[in-house]
Nanobody, 112 residues
Framework: QLVESGGGLVQSGGSLRLSCAAS????????MRWYRQAPGKGRELVAA????????NYGEFVEGRFTISRDNSRNAVYLQMNSLKAEDTAVYYC???????WGQGTQVTVSS
């Protein structure tokens, strides 16, 4: 199970930190990803992190504004989002590819 939290309404230029709590599988051994889906658009990869945090990947639109991290002792993955823009408005999802497991999503709304 994956449960996201931390979404909300923020002004342009602001920050949010999303969290995803994992349970029911060996968290430390799997890649974790954050995706997002804006209204009327497809789901796109935001960031990914390997089990030991040695490899990180980001979508091109991130441009250094977001940071993915994880705490394997807490079975949690995080997404720190800074310098938010109106176009970052979307539902953000946590995903464990090894198990094709999605969270329920958390809404992020950035007002311009």
């Amino acid at each position: 199970q994956l449960v996201e939290s931390g979404g909300g309404l923020v002004q342009s230029g602001g920050s949010l930190r999303l969290s995803c709590a994992a349970s029911g599988f060996t968290f430390s051994s799997v890649w974790m990803r954050w995706y997002r889906q804006a209204p009327g658009k497809g789901r796109e990869l935001v960031a990914a992190i390997s089990g030991a945090s040695l490899s990180l990947n980001y979508g091109e639109f991130v441009e250094g504004r977001f940071t993915i991290s994880r705490d394997n002792s807490r079975n949690a993955v995080y997404l720190q989002m800074n310098s938010l823009k109106a176009e970052d408005t979307a539902v953000y999802y946590c995903y464990a590819a090894a198990f094709d497991l999605w969270g329920q999503g958390t809404q992020v709304t950035v007002s311009s």
